[in-house]
């Protein structure tokens, strides 16, 4: 039996990249994961939060941060990231944005690959 997707992997070096745009206008937010070690039944990760804002002239804000995986998801402290395992047409609320899993088959093409 083929193990399931790692649908929020956690790996020393992985670089995920996102494209937002809010009241504060467009960004890219580039997540880095330092460095990997298993606390009891989790995963924790240190991180390197990088936004770098296309328009009014704010420069790059970088934030470091743990992020905690569980069977249940993947945490900042109490805020959900991530559902997991992810089900089509979950929804949750974390810091003021609202998130939905709109597909967990699809195969999609970034920037980064496939």
């Known amino acids: 039996m083929d ?15 996102y ?8 960004a890219t937010m ?3 994961v330092l460095s990997v070690a298993r606390k009891g039944e989790a ?4 991180c390197r939060r990088t936004w ?3 328009e009014g002239g704010q420069g790059p804000k970088v934030s470091e941060f743990t992020a905690r995986k569980t069977s ?12 997991l395992p992810p089900a089509l047409g ?3 609320d974390a810091g003021g944005d609202s998130f939905e899993v709109a597909g967990v088959k699809e195969r999609v ?6």
């Open 3 to 17: 193990a399931p997707p790692d649908y929020f992997p956690l790996a020393p070096g992985i670089l995920l990249e």
């Open 30 to 32: 580039k997540l880095e």
């Open 43 to 46: 995963l924790e990760a240190a």
């Open 19 to 26: 494209a937002r745009t809010g009241a504060g206008g467009r």
């Open 72 to 83: 249940a998801g993947v945490f900042i402290g109490e805020r959900k990231l991530f559902p």
């Open 90 to 92: 979950a929804r949750w």
């Open 109 to 114: 093409a970034v920037p980064a690959g496939r």
């Open 52 to 54: 770098l804002w296309e």
